[in-house]
């Protein structure tokens, strides 16, 4: 019989592209109506469907059932590296979501190097990642032209928080815990303290607001204590 050659389950992997909705997506992919709308209904209790992402993947699994259709079993997604959403449909038109929490090891990493022409292309060739070489520039944005300033031979550097699997594979990377830019022996240095009310105060306003800044003519900085929300000298 053909018919017992066909397989149990099925997986398929979609996609968000611009102007897509979860309903469309799953329908598209050959979801009934009714069960999309149950998996969208039962993902609302651990995740907001509105919240997805251009370019976030989605697992659906269909299973064969006795009529050798296949209808949507399964759904899973990850609105983050530490977390992953499943939702099963139990029967028709009812589902149910569980969410799975995935911990990390954390570690402090150094990157530096020399910059040759640009410190975006030193950053990348040393390993950094867009989002941690984006948040370094940002840092530096409000003492340094990088235009006009920044010169063959300066030099960079920065320690920030890697988390990574048992197995080492780096899974994301975390805060600037210090932030540094040689420029024609002029040193500047960032270090990150705690705001004296207990809350992260490192967003792009004001990188002294996070991140104190101290400047040497000699190569060397030393750490230095100031109030929240100072501004580098």
């Known amino acids: 019989n053909p018919d017992d050659l066909l397989p149990a389950k099925v997986l398929k992997k979609v996609a968000v592209s611009p102007g897509d909705t979860l309903m469309q997506l799953l329908t598209n992919a050959g979801a009934e109506p009714s069960d999309s709308q149950a998996a969208i209904t039962a993902l609302n209790a651990k995740f907001n469907p509105r ?4 370019g976030q993947e989605i697992t659906l699994t269909f299973e064969r059932n006795d009529a050798d259709s296949y209808r949507l ?9 530490e977390r992953e959403v499943k939702v099963t449909l139990v029967e028709i038109g009812s589902g149910r979501a569980n969410e799975v929490l995935r911990e ?7 990157v530096g190097g020399t910059i040759d022409d640009s410190l975006y292309n030193a950053g990348i060739a040393a390993g950094l990642n867009n989002s941690l070489l984006s948040e370094f520039i940002r840092i530096f944005s409000y003492d340094v032209d990088f235009q006009r ?13 890697r988390h990574h699997d048992d197995a080492g ?3 994301k990377t975390g805060r600037i815990s210090v932030a540094a830019m040689t420029l024609s022996g002029r040193e500047l240095r960032y270090y990150f303290y705690q705001p004296s009310d207990g ?16 400047h040497s003519s000699a190569g060397e ?10 501004r580098p000298g």
């Open 221 to 230: 900085a030393q750490p230095v204590q100031a109030e929240a929300g100072a």
């Open 149 to 161: 300033e920044v010169q063959p031979g300066d030099r960079f550097e920065l320690f920030f928080e």
């Open 51 to 54: 919240k997805l992402k251009v």
């Open 199 to 214: 809350g992260d105060a490192d967003d792009g306003a004001s990188a002294a607001q996070g991140l104190q800044c101290h």
């Open 104 to 110: 990390f090891n954390i570690e402090h990493a150094r």
């Open 73 to 81: 079993f399964e759904m899973a997604l990850s609105p983050s590296v």
């Open 169 to 171: 594979k780096t899974m």
